[in-house]
């Protein structure tokens, strides 16, 4: 983290008067990663808060950031399209649930379309 940048990741201090007050940042733990056959993924079609552009929003992944990132790369490429993940969620654009769910099944993860 920069030292220009550390105020703003500080929960609700904005100032103190103490000279030798050190803010103690929390460090929130990531889950570990579900093995690949526990994992319960719910494929489905979103435009909500999208400005109508349709997406296909994968959840229920558990794990790590690396994990998650490293399967949202997997599923762009095969998809042929971009898209992103975020809080957990696997943001891919356009309506290609039938390809996300051909490709997680043949990689083993237990998904569902909805």
Known sequence: MSKKNDWKNRD????????NF??????TEE???????????????????RAGKQVTLVTGFVGTTEALESLTKLLK?????GGSSKDGDILIQGD???KVLAV????G???RKF
């Open 77 to 81: 490429t095969k998809c042929g399209v």
């Open 31 to 49: 889950t570990e990663t579900l093995p690949v056959a526990r994992q319960n993924l719910r494929i489905q079609m979103d435009n909500k808060g």
């Open 96 to 98: 290609v649930r039938d």
């Open 12 to 19: 609700g201090i904005v100032y103190s008067t103490n000279t």
């Open 104 to 107: 997680l099944t043949k990689e």
């Open 109 to 111: 993860y237990k998904a």
């Open 22 to 27: 050190d803010y103690k940042y929390e460090h």
